[in-house]
């Protein structure tokens, strides 16, 4: 196989995962997302799953993301980002 041949293949998969729809992709881990909220502030620890699912939502709002209460990729992107900008602030000594 050349080398011509070989990107081809490669960019022809990345083209399909790139634009795959949300619905091909799993939610993420329960945890996680508990995890990610807590540290953005949404979620006290030992919460409810409906509180879960409340903050989530509060979460997509503010970021500007569809509002359905799912943990998809583009809103687990977007809290994961968030998550680590208020870890940042903290270790700074910066209220998040």
Known sequence: MTVRRIFTVVGA???????????????????????????????????FEAEVSQALRRFQARAGLPVDGVAGPRTTQALARSAREARHLRSLGMAA
């Open 13 to 47: 998969a990345l083209a399909g995962t790139v634009s795959a729809t949300d619905e091909a992709v799993p939610p993420a881990d329960p945890r996680e997302v508990r995890a990610l909220l807590a540290d953005v502030g949404l979620l006290r620890p030992g919460a």
